[in-house]
C-alpha cells in the first residue's frame, strides 16, 4: 500500500495552545496500537472491535468513532507499515461475498513493536521489546545486550530513550528501521546530554562522594 507524502504518525502530536495536551488524533493513534500490541482476542483487533474498546473506556457510541479508527488504519498505520492483517473471521450475517471475504483483524509489525514501547500506557513492555529484539536484524543487534540490562536495572531510562527515538522518527529526523540508537546523535536533547554527563561524572567519584551524590538525589527525587 503506498504511502502519501503527507501521511505522519501523531501519537506524539499536541495541542499548541494546551501545553502537553496530545490531540484526538495522538490519543486515538495511541489507542489503537495499545490494543494491538496487548493480548487481545481477534474479534476485539478489528476495525469494529477496537472502536468498541476505546468507545468504552470513553463512555461513548463506537459507531460515532469508527470513522476515525477506519481512518487511521487504513490510511496511517497500515500504510507506514506499523500495522497488518493477521487475519479474517467469518461472518454468519450480512451479504455473502462478505460472509466469504471475512473481516479482518490486524497485528504490529516489527516496526509497530518498537512504535508501543514508546508508549507508556502499555503494561507489557518488556515482553514487546524481547519480542522485537527476536526479531532483529544482525546487524540490529549491537545494543541488545545493554538494552536488555540497562531494562532490569533502569527501566525509565530504557524506554526514554526509545521514546526519543520513536518520536525523532515521527518528527521525521531519523529513519526508524535499520534499528540504531546511534541515530539519536542526529538530533538535539538536552536530557540526554545532561544524564551522559552524570553518569559520566558519577563514575568517576569516590565511593564516598558516591553516596553523597545518592542522598542528594534521593532529597529531590
Same mark, same amino acid.
Given at each position: 500500500?503506498?504511502?502519501?507524502?503527507?501521511?505522519?504518525?501523531?501519537?506524539?502530536?499536541?495541542?499548541?495552545?494546551?501545553?502537553?495536551?496530545?490531540?484526538?488524533?495522538?490519543?486515538?493513534?495511541?489507542?489503537?496500537?495499545?490494543?494491538?500490541?496487548?493480548?487481545?482476542?481477534?474479534?476485539?483487533?478489528?476495525?469494529?472491535?477496537?472502536?468498541?474498546?476505546?468507545? *468504552?473506556?470513553?463512555?461513548?457510541?463506537?459507531?460515532?468513532?469508527?470513522?476515525?479508527?477506519?481512518?487511521?488504519?487504513?490510511?496511517?498505520?497500515?500504510?507506514?507499515?506499523?500495522? &497488518?492483517?493477521?487475519?479474517?473471521?467469518?461472518?454468519?450475517?450480512?451479504?455473502?461475498?462478505?460472509?466469504?471475504?471475512?473481516?479482518?483483524?490486524?497485528?504490529?509489525?516489527?516496526?509497530?513493536?518498537?512504535?508501543?514501547?514508546?508508549?507508556?500506557?502499555?503494561?507489557?513492555?518488556?515482553?514487546?521489546?524481547?519480542?522485537?529484539?527476536?526479531?532483529?536484524?544482525?546487524? &540490529?543487534?549491537?545494543?541488545?545486550?545493554?538494552?536488555?540490562?540497562?531494562?532490569?536495572?533502569?527501566?525509565?531510562?530504557?524506554?526514554?530513550?526509545?521514546?526519543?527515538?520513536? *518520536?525523532?522518527?515521527?518528527?521525521? *529526523?531519523?529513519?526508524?528501521?535499520?534499528?540504531?540508537?546511534?541515530?539519536?546523535?542526529?538530533?538535539?536533547?538536552?536530557?540526554?546530554?545532561?544524564?551522559? &554527563?552524570?553518569?559520566?561524572?558519577?563514575?568517576?567519584?569516590?565511593?564516598?562522594?558516591?553516596?553523597?551524590?545518592?542522598?542528594?538525589?534521593? *532529597?529531590?527525587?
Amino acid at each position: 500500500m503506498k504511502v502519501k507524502p503527507d501521511t505522519k504518525l501523531s501519537i506524539f502530536d499536541t495541542f499548541k495552545t494546551k501545553g502537553e495536551e496530545l490531540t484526538g488524533e495522538a490519543n486515538r493513534q495511541r489507542a489503537i496500537i495499545t490494543i494491538l500490541a496487548s493480548n487481545a482476542n481477534p474479534a476485539e483487533r478489528t476495525r469494529t472491535g477496537i472502536s468498541q474498546r476505546i468507545a *468504552k473506556v470513553h463512555g461513548v457510541a463506537w459507531k460515532n468513532i469508527y470513522s476515525g479508527i477506519f481512518r487511521d488504519l487504513d490510511e496511517i498505520l497500515i500504510p507506514m507499515g506499523i500495522a &497488518e492483517e493477521h487475519g479474517r473471521l467469518p461472518l454468519k450475517r450480512g451479504p455473502k461475498a462478505l460472509q466469504e471475504k471475512g473481516i479482518p483483524y490486524y497485528h504490529l509489525t516489527k516496526k509497530g513493536i518498537l512504535i508501543a514501547l514508546s508508549i507508556s500506557e502499555i503494561k507489557n513492555r518488556e515482553k514487546l521489546l524481547n519480542e522485537f529484539l527476536a526479531q532483529a536484524e544482525e546487524n &540490529e543487534r549491537d545494543d541488545e545486550k545493554i538494552l536488555l540490562n540497562l531494562l532490569k536495572t533502569s527501566p525509565n531510562f530504557t524506554y526514554s530513550v526509545l521514546q526519543k527515538y520513536v *518520536k525523532a522518527f515521527c518528527d521525521n *529526523k531519523i529513519e526508524l528501521l535499520p534499528f540504531d540508537l546511534s541515530n539519536l546523535r542526529k538530533i538535539e536533547d538536552e536530557s540526554l546530554t545532561i544524564q551522559k &554527563e552524570i553518569i559520566k561524572t558519577f563514575l568517576q567519584l569516590s565511593k564516598q562522594d558516591k553516596e553523597e551524590v545518592i542522598k542528594f538525589l534521593n *532529597k529531590i527525587a
